[in-house]
């Protein structure tokens, strides 16, 4: 499995933590997606490979700033 942590500016609330997961979990490949408000980050789990721009974009287009994305592998 693989896992993407996206760090995310302008996100200050549970509204706009429910609609970062929204739009991440609707990428195909993505198979869940939780935000933590601390960290300003969104930990996507993702069934295979899927390229950074497409989580650059939809997060951008739901009104939000990625600031880096880190791909990890994980056994669970």
């Not at 302008?10 to 997961?21: I, K, L, P, R, Y």
């Not at 994305?69 to 056994?75: D, G, V």
């Amino acid at each position: 499995m693989l896992k993407k942590i996206i760090t995310i500016e302008g996100m200050h609330c549970s509204h706009c933590a429910s609609t970062v997961e929204r739009v991440i979990g609707e990428i195909e490949g993505v198979t869940g997606a939780k935000v933590n408000l601390d960290k300003k980050t969104c930990t996507a789990k993702i069934s295979h490979e899927i390229d950074d721009s497409i989580f650059v974009e939809a997060v951008k287009n739901s009104g939000f700033e990625v600031v880096s994305i880190q791909t990890k592998k994980s056994l669970f």
